[in-house]
């Protein structure tokens, strides 16, 4: 039976793990980059929400409450539950809907009210519900500490005075259930004196001068007595239950009872054992081999306690009884041994996860995308995590250390990614402001062309910018614009009134083209085309769309007057210089040849230029701005050849007179 109790010991496997993945991120929210154009379009970008820095991950808070609870020193030993402890479940008040000091408060009673020995789940319970509490705001206030400028390594949780209660009840209770523990062993040596007592009263009996009915009724009150005395020291247990029986069996041998009453004993317990035989076999149908474990070691009890049975019966009833025991014992024994097995295969499991999460917390992450992907990558770790059972005791709180750890590291750094996020949006926000700054100085500007070049550049800035948190986004962009808009819609305004001054121009330079066609330009000669020209620059500027045309008729029309003028002159100049020289030919041949030889000198003059001019044009039109250089040279081009054409008519009117 010493190995059945060893057996017992064994099924305390750990039903606590130590797990939870400490990985809160604060968020960094972004906005989108603008159009360029003289009046752009926001465009929307996705918020960085609490979900994608701190995507819902899979919770180990009830774990890492139990790993707070124990840091905490609030740990109740390593030592086996007590029969009672195994027998009393949690009561069923709901801890969740409770805060700390209700929680503390509900400790307290259940300390005053319920014996130490029921309390055990319920004190389990009661340091769960509180560390997910105070954990929640530990991190809660880390974060804040952190956001208002804190070091994270800095920051030290405040003392909490219900954390300080609970762990005063937990004293209590601590100690209340080593005096309960220590009070069983006491009982357990005083049960060991009361056994050897009636040890030696079943010695004294076959010495009993009574007769035989009140000698067999003192030994079943002895009986009795034995039976009522709880358990013993385990060192003893074999050894007593030993001498018990021996004594038991030199009591039904040595005293001569009479064959009926004894015959009768016999079969009540014979008929006591096969029911028991019976109870152990059905034992081996039981779905719960843990349960049926325990209730074997009670039939095994009762099987002690009751008395012998006849010869003929007592080494088959054994066999049987043993035989049925042995199968409950190896289920138990193969049960354990597959945990053992399933917990060595949960270890690999769990080391490959570890080697997975410690990839993703290595790997060099760039992008808000990327983090997405990896984040999500290692939630699904962390949910087969969660489907995992637990890892051999020795090995289970290390391999979750490593898993958490691993978590954590991949979760500071993206902590550090959006920290920076948020850093690089700051800045950016403020030169976006600097930017709504300038757009705002200029938007009451009437410098149309000089503004809108320089709208249009900070527009452009504005797009190589970057993002800002959208918290401020939606306002700034709405102040950049407003001042964009204020500034084009003047623009708008102002050029609307000046298309409609523009047509008017149009129609009077028209109604001006007309008369000047009209006119007799050589009343009036060059002083009248002047005038007409002051009154067409007076007029102003017509539609872009019409300004060519209008113009090029406006040249035609004046260089028909400039001609005009220039024919009559012509033939005026030409009067005069046959007058001439009808005076030189009176006054000798030889002031007319002399005219002649200086207008024909005049006229090879004007005949070289011409050539060099002419040469040059090829020159030019291999450099820069060659199409203005040409049109000068042109123009004193035909300016020469007209000169020449009027001199070389001027010697031909000379030789005629020769």
Sequence with gaps: MATEKKSAAEEQVSVAEDVKLNATQECAPEAAPESESVCPTEEATPEITETEEMISEVSFAEEEAALDAAAAGLEIGEEELTAEEQNHEAASEDLSSMNKAEIVDYFGALLDKK????????????????????????????????????AEDAFVPQPDEQEQRLKEYFGRYRSARE?????????????????????????????????????FATFRSLQQRWKETGMVPQAHNKEIWETYNLHVENFYNYIKINKELRDLDLKRNYEAKVQLCEEVEALVMETSVVSAFRKLQDLHEQWRETGPVAAEYKES???????????????????????KEEQKRNLELKTELCVKAEELSEAVITSRKEWSDASAQLIEIQKVWKTIGFAPKKDNTKIYERFRNACDRFFELKHSFYANVKSEMEANLQLKNEICEAAEALKNSDQWKKTTDELIALQKRWKEIGPVSRRYSDAVWKRFRAACDEFFARKSAHFAGVDEQHIENLAKKEALLAEMAEADITTGGFEAIKEFQRRWSEIGFVPIKAKEAIQ??????????????????????????????????????????????????????????????ENNIGFFSRSKNAEAMIRDVEEKIAAAKAEMAELIEKVNLIDKEN
């Design 179 to 215: 005096e309960y523990i220590s009070s069983l062993e006491s009982v357990k040596e005083e049960n060991l004196k009361i056994k050897l007592q009636i040890i030696e009263e079943l010695k004294e009996l076959v010495n009993s001068s009574e007769t035989i009915n009140q000698t």
């Design 317 to 339: 009833l054994w066999e049987r009884f043993k035989e049925a025991s042995s199968r409950i014992n190896k289920q138990h024994q193969e049960y354990f041994e597959g945990v």
């Design 552 to 613: 090029k008729k406006y040249k035609e029309v004046v260089d028909a007057m400039f001609a005009t003028l220039r024919g009559g002159e012509k033939e005026r100049n030409m009067d005069r210089f046959r007058n001439r020289i009808t005076a030189l030919k009176n006054n000798g041949e030889r002031r007319l040849r002399s005219e002649r030889e200086k207008l024909y000198n005049k006229v090879k003059q004007l005949e070289q230029d011409i050539a060099t001019l």
């Design 115 to 150: 014996p130490v020995q029921q309390l055990r789940a319920d004190v389990e319970n009661i340091k769960i519900a509180f560390y997910k509490l105070h954990r929640s705001e530990v991190d809660a206030a880390r974060k804040q500490f952190i956001e208002e400028g804190g």
